[in-house]
């Protein structure tokens, strides 16, 4: 009932640039916090971004100074500018959201949601 989805990755040389996307969608009542997690080859999962509704963002160290996050709550959309890339950034990117939605019955229910990942490669 909802879902996000993520647009943007691709294959971008070392000091690049990219844009990645994430909406919402479905019968959202509200979102809370929203982020943006990565997995590379072989390690864990790993934040990379939060965002509050109020638009305060946190970032992962290795991300701070190249990386900016934002959100448009009217549109439920969630964005991440990648600046200045590193081939240590090639993962596998995820939006994620913790919502508040209605069902089939009209009932408000709390759920957190993951987008199905873009894939960010940083090669020369």
């Known amino acids: 009932q909802v879902q996000l989805v993520e647009t943007g990755g691709g294959l971008v040389q070392p000091g690049g640039s990219l844009r990645l996307s994430c909406a919402a969608q479905g019968r959202i009542f509200s979102t809370n916090v929203m982020g943006w997690y990565r997995q590379a080859p072989g390690k864990q999962r790993e934040l990379v971004a939060t965002i509050t509704p109020g638009g305060n963002p946190n970032y992962a160290d290795s991300v701070k100074g190249r990386f900016t996050g934002s959100r448009d709550n009217a549109k439920n959309m969630i964005y991440l500018q990648m600046n200045n890339l590193k081939p240590e950034d090639t993962a596998v990117y995820s939006c994620?959201?913790?919502?508040?939605?209605?069902?089939?019955?009209?009932?408000?229910?709390?759920?957190?949601?993951w987008g199905q990942g873009t894939l960010v490669t940083v090669s020369s």
């Open positions: 994620n959201a913790k919502v508040i939605y209605t069902d089939d019955y009209g009932t408000y229910r709390n759920l957190e949601v």
